[in-house]
Nanobody, 123 residues
Framework: QLQAFGGGMVQAGGSLRLSCAAT????????VGWFRQAPGNGREFLCS???????AYGASVKGRVTISRNTAKNTVDLQMSSLNPEDTAVYYC???????????????????WGLGTQVTVSS
């Protein structure tokens, strides 16, 4: 079971670090992605990391977020900086066994989703 945690309220210009944890299994052989969904919007791809370490970033957050694996803690972390109110959303992590077939930059590439964590950026 996946779980995203670390959300909260932050002021504009601030930073936040989210983590995605899996219970009962290792994430090392999985592609893991981060998405977000704001009210009235669809689910937006933010970034992903492949089993081989290759990363991909969405255009709206590129340069402001970094995805990384913490193999010791069995988590995949999302470091966000220069946050603005438009970043307010529920943030989700997702995983899939990395078959090498997909790019893992779309929601449909992932089959295991965790409960989201709310991020609110105040102006």
């Amino acid at each position: 079971q996946l779980q995203a945690f670390g959300g909260g309220m932050v002021q504009a210009g601030g930073s936040l670090r989210l983590s995605c944890a899996a219970t009962g299994r290792s994430l090392n052989s999985n592609a893991v992605g981060w998405f977000r969904q704001a009210p009235g919007n669809g689910r937006e791809f933010l970034c992903s990391v492949r089993r081989n370490g290759r990363t991909a970033y969405g255009a709206s957050v590129k340069g402001r977020v970094t995805i990384s694996r913490n193999t010791a803690k069995n988590t995949v972390d999302l470091q966000m900086s220069s946050l603005n109110p438009e970043d307010t959303a529920v943030y989700y992590c997702a995983s899939a066994w990395d078959s090498g077939v997909y790019v893992y930059n779309r929601a449909s590439d992932f089959d295991d989703w965790g409960l989201g964590t709310q991020v609110t950026v105040s102006s």
